[in-house]
C-alpha cells in the first residue's frame, strides 16, 4: 500500500513539472518566433507605419546609383561634377533652390513632374551651387493653390571644394548695409561645414571674435552682427581655414544706415514757383531712404499728354557724417517754354516696397 501511495505521488509530480515546461515552452513560441509551414522558424517583425508624409518625415531624397535612395537630412555634403537628382514625393510639386540658378536661367537645372514624385536635376554642380534646396506639396481647392507648409522638406546642400573654401560670388566687392533695427549678415558661406572661418578687417588691421552673441557665425549664412553699430562700418574679408591652405573671401563694405524702413520720405521743389509764358521750370522730387532700397516715381502734371516734357531719374549714396549712408533718389520734370496750359499743380508720387508717398507743389503765373 505504501508502495502504492509513494508511486502515485511521483506520477503526479511528473505530470506537474512536464506542464510547467510545457508552459515555459509555450511562451517562448509565442515570442520572437513564429513556425511557418514546413517547419521553418521566422522572427516576427513590429509593422512598419506607412509613409504618409506628415510633419516631421522628410519627403526629399537623393537619387543614387543602382536605383537605391539617401533621404536628405537638414544638411548634405555632395562632391562637385558629379549630377545629382533629388525627388520629392507628390503628384504636384513646388521647389525652391539657389536663387542665381533663376537669375542666370542656368539651363544645368531641369524639374520634371511624374504622377507619383517630382524630379529636380542639376548637372555638373559647383561650389557655386551650394544652399539650400526645398520642396513642398502643393494643396488645391479648384483654380486656388497654395503651399501647405507642413509637408516642406529642406536641405542645406554643401558641394564641397578644397579649392573653393568660399562659395564663388559674380560680385568681387559686396556692400553690406548695417541697420539699427535689425542684425546685419557678412555672407561669407563656406562650401566646407567643417572649415574654421574668421572676420577681419582691413583697418585698421583686426579679427572680429565670434562670441556667439554679439557676434555669430553660420556656415550657411555667414557672420551675423546682432546689434549694428556705426564703429561696425569699413572693408572686411573672412578667412577660411582647413588642411589646405587657407583661403580668403571677397571683400565686403560695411555702411551704417541713417534712414530707417518704412515709406519714402519725400520732398518737392520747383523753380521757379511763379513763371511766365516761355519760361522753362524744372520740379524736383527727391526721396531719402535705404541704401539697397529702390524707388520709383509717377508724375502728373497740368499739360498731362498734351504737352512734351523731359523726366530725369537717378540716384547715388551719400555720407551723412558720424558714418551714416543715405540713398538720394531724384527725379527732375523739365517743362521747356511755358504755356497757360502748363500752370498747376504738379504731383509726385513716390513708390518703394514699404509704402508710396504723395506730394504736390504749384506753380503759378506772374
Not at 537619387?63 to 544638411?75: A, H, I, Q, S
Amino acid at each position: 500500500m505504501k508502495t502504492w501511495v509513494v508511486l502515485c505521488l511521483a506520477l503526479l509530480w511528473l505530470e506537474l513539472h512536464n506542464g510547467d515546461c510545457q508552459q515555459i515552452k509555450r511562451r517562448k513560441d509565442v515570442g520572437d518566433n513564429r513556425i511557418r509551414p514546413g517547419g521553418k522558424r521566422v522572427k516576427l517583425r513590429q509593422p512598419r507605419p506607412k509613409d504618409g508624409g506628415g510633419k516631421g518625415q522628410s519627403l526629399l531624397t537623393q537619387v543614387l546609383d543602382k536605383g537605391r535612395f539617401l533621404r536628405l537630412g537638414p544638411t548634405t555634403s555632395l562632391t562637385p561634377g558629379r549630377n545629382v537628382e533629388l525627388r520629392c514625393k507628390g503628384n504636384n510639386i513646388g521647389w525652391s533652390y539657389p536663387t542665381y540658378l533663376d537669375t542666370f536661367n542656368d539651363s544645368r537645372l531641369s524639374i520634371k513632374q511624374s504622377d507619383k514624385y517630382s524630379q529636380l536635376i542639376l548637372t555638373s554642380p559647383s561650389a557655386a551651387d551650394t544652399g539650400t534646396y526645398s520642396c513642398w506639396v502643393i494643396v488645391c481647392d479648384g483654380t486656388e493653390c497654395e503651399k501647405d507648409y507642413d509637408r516642406t522638406y529642406m536641405s542645406y546642400i554643401y558641394f564641397t571644394d578644397k579649392d573653393n573654401l568660399f562659395v564663388p560670388s559674380a560680385i568681387h566687392f559686396e556692400i553690406v548695409y548695417l541697420r539699427p533695427d535689425s542684425p546685419a549678415v557678412v555672407p561669407c558661406r563656406v562650401t566646407d561645414p567643417q572649415a574654421k572661418v574668421t572676420l577681419h578687417r582691413e583697418v585698421p588691421a583686426e579679427e572680429i571674435t565670434a562670441n556667439n552673441t554679439l557676434v555669430t557665425y553660420d556656415p550657411t549664412k555667414g557672420f551675423v552682427l546682432q546689434s549694428p553699430a556705426p564703429e561696425h562700418q569699413g572693408v572686411f574679408y573672412c578667412k577660411a581655414v582647413t588642411k589646405v591652405t587657407p583661403q580668403v573671401s571677397t571683400k565686403y563694405q560695411l555702411l551704417y544706415v541713417e534712414v530707417p524702413s518704412g515709406p519714402p520720405f519725400v520732398s518737392l521743389s520747383a523753380f521757379p514757383r511763379s513763371a511766365r509764358g516761355g519760361d522753362n521750370v524744372n520740379v524736383t522730387c527727391t526721396v531719402l531712404g535705404e541704401p539697397d532700397v529702390d524707388v520709383s516715381f509717377i508724375w502728373s502734371y497740368p499739360g498731362q499728354d498734351r504737352r512734351p516734357v523731359h523726366i530725369l531719374t537717378s540716384w547715388r549714396l551719400v555720407n551723412r557724417g558720424m558714418g551714416h549712408t543715405t540713398r538720394v533718389s531724384q527725379s527732375v520734370l523739365t517743362v521747356e517754354d511755358m504755356e497757360t496750359i502748363d500752370f498747376g499743380n504738379y504731383i509726385c508720387k513716390a513708390k518703394n516696397q514699404h509704402g508710396e508717398t504723395i506730394v504736390t507743389v504749384k506753380i503759378i503765373s506772374e
